[in-house]
Nanobody
Framework: QVQLVESGGGLVQAGGSLKLSCAAS????????MAWYRQAPGKQRDLVAT???????DYAESVKGRFTISRDNAKNTVYLQMNSLKPDDTAVYYC?????????WGQGTQVTVSS
């Protein structure tokens, strides 16, 4: 079992920055694949960024160059640094991990970007 707790969402003006955190209930060293997803109202949940235990990261085209995913293994936490935010980034952001062939999601944190 894995519990994931996101934090750091909020309201920000376009062009601003936010840093999301996702704290895991166990060591993330063993998590080969961690990710951030987002879901805007009336839309499907989309992949935003991924991180592997080997240090590989990948991003959706819409956020490349603006968002950065990172891990702090000592704190069992994965982060999403979001810069140059746009109104289109408004969504609920979810932390995700697959562990022992099971999917785990956090409860989500709301990010709202005003124009």
């Amino acid at each position: 079992q894995v519990q994931l707790v996101e934090s750091g969402g909020g309201l920000v003006q376009a062009g601003g920055s936010l840093k999301l955190s996702c704290a895991a209930s166990r060591s993330i060293d063993t998590f080969n694949h961690m990710a951030w997803y987002r879901q805007a109202p009336g839309k499907q949940r989309d992949l935003v960024a991924t991180s592997t235990s080997g240090g590989t990261t990948d991003y959706a085209e819409s956020v490349k160059g603006r968002f950065t995913i990172s891990r702090d293994n000592a704190k069992n936490t994965v982060y999403l640094q979001m810069n140059s935010l746009k109104p289109d980034d408004t969504a609920v952001y979810y932390c995700y991990v697959d562990y022992n062939r099971e999917d785990y999601w956090g409860q989500g944190t709301q990010v709202t970007v005003s124009s």
